[in-house]
């Protein structure tokens, strides 16, 4: 990849979460005149509502920065997480707009629609345009990795059986710790390892 290119991947990264930004602040007073109701200036309430926009904008800021790291890794995220983004910026789109719908003003609606449609939109854009970006445009296709061969039962057991010790307590968490297996295999050989323990 081209040094210009990488530029401009950085360059189109920064202006997105800068429209993103722009948008999420933009909609703070509407939210917070939505969640403070007509209460009185610097009351209780009237404080308390400046918590709701930036309560949901931090958690969809996570997620989108999140989304944006693990796309890079070719991680795919669980349904929870895009419920999570669509629900956040859902609440903000709502939130900002129900006065505009209860007044009945057009213009209005249009005017506090645009932030956070623009925030929508970023939201999806920004991932893909990143991943497209840092794409080499042309060279040689990189070799395939030769597949690992996968570890058997037996290999996991003699490697926790040559790592353990006389003061070593076996629990599964020790057995990942010492053989690298995934958490419901190491379950399995812990048992073993304790069967073996009591065996006379």
């Known amino acids: 990849m081209s040094e210009s290119v990488e530029r401009v991947a950085v360059q189109v990264d920064?202006?997105?979460?800068?429209?993103?930004?722009?948008?999420?602040?933009?909609t703070m007073t509407n939210v917070q005149q939505f969640a403070a109701a007509g209460s009185l200036p610097w009351s209780l309430a009237w404080c308390a509502?400046?918590?709701?926009?930036?309560?949901?904008?931090?958690v969809l800021l996570a997620i989108l920065r999140a989304e944006q790291v693990t796309a890079?890794?070719?991680?795919?995220?669980?349904?929870?997480?895009r419920a999570a983004k669509w629900f956040t910026l859902a609440a903000t789109y709502v939130m900002n707009t129900w006065s505009a719908f209860m007044a009945g003003s057009a213009a209005l609606v249009?005017?506090?629609?645009?932030?956070?449609?623009?925030?929508?939109?970023?939201?999806?854009?920004?991932?893909?345009l990143r991943d497209k970006l840092v794409v080499p445009v042309a060279g040689p296709a990189p070799e395939?990795?030769?597949?690992?061969?996968?570890?058997?039962?037996?290999?996991?057991?003699?490697v926790a059986q040559a790592a353990r010790t006389r003061d070593v307590k076996v629990t599964p968490a020790w057995v990942r710790e010492v053989t690298g297996c995934s958490r419901g295999l190491s379950?399995?050989?812990?048992?073993?390892?304790a069967e073996q323990e009591v065996r006379p």
């Open 49 to 58: 509502a400046w918590l709701l926009d930036p309560m949901v904008s931090l």
């Open 187 to 193: 379950s399995r050989l812990a048992a073993a390892l």
């Open 72 to 81: 890079q890794h070719g991680v795919r995220m669980g349904g929870w997480v």
């Open 110 to 128: 249009v005017l506090h629609s645009v932030p956070p449609l623009v925030v929508f939109v970023a939201a999806e854009a920004v991932t893909e």
């Open 14 to 26: 920064r202006l997105c979460w800068t429209g993103i930004l722009l948008g999420l602040a933009f």
């Open 144 to 158: 395939p990795a030769a597949p690992t061969p996968r570890t058997s039962f037996a290999e996991y057991l003699a």
